[in-house]
């Protein structure tokens, strides 16, 4: 009976032993920051790869100081061809004509931007990077790294990048511009979220909040409602607590 019992407590630490090991060894697997980025810059190379022509309609709402009174809504269509072409149109303007103002710097921003994407790109070259930690997106688990921009520049972002374990592709990003705009705005504050459309992953929502000289706190929030690409609609929605649900795709009448 004694031996038996002494086997039993064995046996017992044995499994305890193997379970803190396997758990040791599930623990340790997070890839090192090196191994993170590099993937990272490969998948967004592939990504790149299967970017096709296509025209998103966005929806760009101002605030002020109050969250809950749009103070301008912008509506606009944006033409991206492969590799490095924007054009964009205003299709319609309500409110203060300063929301039509702001957006169309930004869209022209957003073209010059994309005519060259390597400067700006989430790549050594451009940022350093720092591991945070791991944390679920929507089930989705992901590495958070700091961006570290290697320079000060408008185009550029200082902050956090939340990584997708499994794709290696961004989620989300949250922080600031590396250097201000101009001398009427600071305190910029932005965040980019990320989704698949069509076979391509994009960004598909925004927010940037800043202090502007004489207009106090102003925030711009956009997202993409709807993509045309060749004979396929892919459209965006929004639940009411304004989280931005991967689109979803219809075909297009002929």
């Known amino acids: 009976m004694a031996l038996r019992q002494q086997t039993s407590w064995l046996l017992f630490l044995y499994l ?3 379970m803190a090991s396997t758990s040791a060894q599930t623990g340790s ?12 810059t490969r998948a967004r190379a592939e990504n790149r790869a299967h970017f096709r022509p296509y025209v998103v309609t966005r929806d760009y709402k101002l605030f002020g100081k109050e969250r809950d009174k749009t103070k301008s809504q912008v509506i606009a269509d944006v033409a991206f061809v492969p590799p490095d072409s924007k054009k964009y149109t205003i299709q319609q303007t309500n409110g203060s004509e300063l929301g039509g103002i702001i957006v169309r710097r930004m869209l022209a921003n957003e073209a010059e931007v994309t005519k060259d994407y390597a400067s700006t790109d989430f790549s050594p070259e451009n940022y350093g990077f720092r591991f945070i930690r791991k944390e679920d997106v929507n089930g989705q688990r992901c590495y958070v790294l700091e961006l570290l921009p290697r320079r000060e520049d408008k185009h550029l972002l200082r902050g956090d990048v939340w990584v997708d374990a499994n794709t290696y592709l961004p989620r989300r990003f949250e922080g600031e ?3 201000a705009p101009s001398w009427w705005v600071r305190d910029v504050r932005v965040a980019f979220i990320y989704g698949k459309v069509g076979e391509m992953w994009l960004q598909t929502a925004s927010e940037a909040s800043a202090n502007v000289r004489i207009l106090g706190r102003s925030t711009m929030v956009s997202h993409d409602v709807k993509y045309q690409i060749s004979e396929v609609v892919v459209i965006a929605s929004a639940s009411p607590g304004g989280r931005f649900h991967p689109p979803h795709i219809v ?3 002929h």
């Open 29 to 40: 697997t997070v890839p090192t920051v090196e191994a993170i980025v590099a993937r990272m």
């Open 16 to 18: 305890v032993a193997g």
């Open 251 to 253: 075909v297009s009448p």
């Open 177 to 179: 511009l590396a250097k």
